[in-house]
């Protein structure tokens, strides 16, 4: 077979259970749940706006954006994104800090770092439309095997597979297959497996319908099998015990940063804000109070504001291998520290900048907990910042929020 196929489809440890190369049973088991699929899909499936589109590059935002992201939150990000980059030219042309200003919120920042570099070379390469090779798919920065999959199968009618974490669920469900999916033989089965689900007319749909399925019925820890149109040919159902796969090892506890947040305001009641620290990579391009890690040493100046700071309580905030447990203390200045960049920032100019949750949930802990505020916030400032940082639903006492 060609280049493109041997790099999407490894070898397989052992033959999947829906292998079509068994024979009539299992060719007719596998096409009886595609159909079942695609007729419960085509009736069932839930309207979202990337599903009105076969625009690649509207597929390919979305798809990046969904990545350990629930639909919900994505839509209104999707849309706002498209209507200020409606093309791979408009993206690629723009300043990585408005990028990251319109993904602010989203998380996961290295994507939408991708997905700018990305663009950048579908204009260099490819004059700004989306390759439909699947090969030339993978050699876009930040575009990996599932995206690859899902723009040839969604966008071009390619009949490639798709293998995400709601895919593998299904699958694993389905033939009852044991083994951690992140082990490399499983790994290898379940491409094989999702391979043959697509290996049909209606690639782009059948995936899709294996990832709704995955969203909607087959959930992590209480699948509807009762209403799932594969019933009949699941095996996990068939041998009662559907939510013991996949047999996923034990995720290890994340790690426990300790931080400190120095919220300083100005007289004007702005906020300085400045690039994270060396050792926060995840925020690159983006703005952040500032940031000190519990054992590192801070310059002389800083370590002057820090003592004339009073703390005002402690936020948490949870990504996906740490959790950072932040010390907030706020500070009136005049003038920020000595050899620090950044800048004071009015808070209703927050909203325009390229800024991480976290920030957010900084600083509406600093606005209402402030119960003897500095001459300097004005209340309408600290009501103003507390409403904008509410996404980072800060309440009373410890705060806690997750993801970036
Ligand atoms: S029958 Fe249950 S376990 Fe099997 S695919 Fe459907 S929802 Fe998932």
Redesign the pocket.
Known sequence: MSKRRNKLDPAVARAPATQPTKGPPETNRLDRIRDALLAHFDVHQRAMPWRQTRDPYAIWVSEVMLQQTRVETVIPYYLRFLSRFESVRALAEADEADVLALWSGLGYYRRARMLHQGAQHVLKEHRGELPKDPDALLAIPGVGRYTAGAIASIAFDLREPVLDGNVER?LT??DAIHGDPQEKDTRNTLWSIARSFSDHSRAGTINQALME?GAT??TPTS???LL?P??TD?R??AIGE?SRFPEKAPKKAPRVERWTALVLHDRDAKVWLGPPPANLDRWKGMLVPLLLREGEAETPSVAGVLRASRPIGSVTHVLTHARMEISVRIAALSEPPDALEGAFVAADALDSLAIPKVTRVILAAAAQRSSSPDKTASASARKNASSRARKGRATKGSTTSKRT
Do not use: S, T
């Open positions: 299904v469900r389905l399925l019925l087959c699948p509807q099998c799932c594969a019933r699941c996990a159902n559907p």
